[in-house]
């Protein structure tokens, strides 16, 4: 089955700078890989994400990357502001299961004003 | 409002003392499924549901039971809960398992004293 790796687990930057957080994955096969947001005591919430026939998607201040060769997809936040404070997921799809995600274990990013 | 409902939000509960957390979606899903979420393990999989009447086993599924009867609920067992069950639960639903975004309830904090 699927395996994502995410980094790094803590990021720390200053408001105004770009933050990238980074998964793998393991099968080649993935064809779906969403990124989470969740906010501190809140649900985790879709915020992007990216088909395996797209190189890139942006939606404002927020992309995402996917290098199908390498299987490894990115997320980038622009101009980061302390609301982007929360911890934030990737995950892939497992065509093996059904298609089910399997999530990345997760990286806080603090935004310090 | 479309929307995932979990039930209750926090549980303190003794070992042994069997317990049910509800999840009801009220946006038609045919797919829902259950997590865990622990520090630095990020989103597990316990349990997950096709359809009505269908269900199967995730990644962490011991010690956990569910049923789907219906299309809008999906219910978590745990006939005899111990004090490694204490987590975060998610329940979540979706159009289908995999490409499509997965809503989540507001979560559930269980304590297994």
């Known amino acids: 089955g699927e395996n994502v790796e995410q980094h790094p687990s803590t990021l720390s930057v200053q408001e105004g700078d770009s933050a990238v957080i980074k998964c793998t994955y393991s099968d080649s096969a993935s064809n779906y890989f969403p990124w989470y947001k969740q906010e501190l005591g809140k649900r985790p919430q879709l915020i992007i994400d990216i088909r395996s026939n797209v190189g890139e998607k942006k939606d404002q201040r927020i992309a995402v990357t996917l290098n199908k060769t390498a299987k490894h997809f990115s997320l980038h936040i622009t101009e980061t502001q302390p609301e982007d404070s929360a911890v934030y997921f990737c995950a892939a799809s497992d065509r093996e299961y059904g298609n089910k995600l399997v999530f990345g274990a997760g990286t806080i990013l603090r935004v310090k004003s | 409002e479309a929307q995932v409902t979990q039930n209750p939000r926090y549980l303190i509960t003794v070992t042994g003392k069997k317990l049910t957390v509800t999840c009801s979606q009220n946006?038609?899903?045919?797919?829902m499924s259950w997590y865990r979420q622990d520090p630095g393990l990020g989103l597990r999989q316990i349990y997950y549901?096709?359809?009505?009447?269908?269900?199967d086993k995730g990644d962490v599924p011991e010690g956990y039971k569910v049923s789907r009867k219906e299309k809008r609920n999906f219910p978590l067992i745990l006939e005899s809960p111990s004090p490694n069950q204490t987590s975060l639960y998610f329940c979540?639903?979706?159009?289908?398992?995999?490409?499509?975004?997965?809503?989540f309830g507001q979560g559930t904090r269980l304590t297994v004293v």
């Open positions: 946006m038609n899903h045919e797919y």
């Open positions: 549901s096709m359809n009505v009447e269908v269900t």
């Open positions: 979540a639903s979706s159009l289908g398992p995999g490409g499509t975004e997965a809503f």
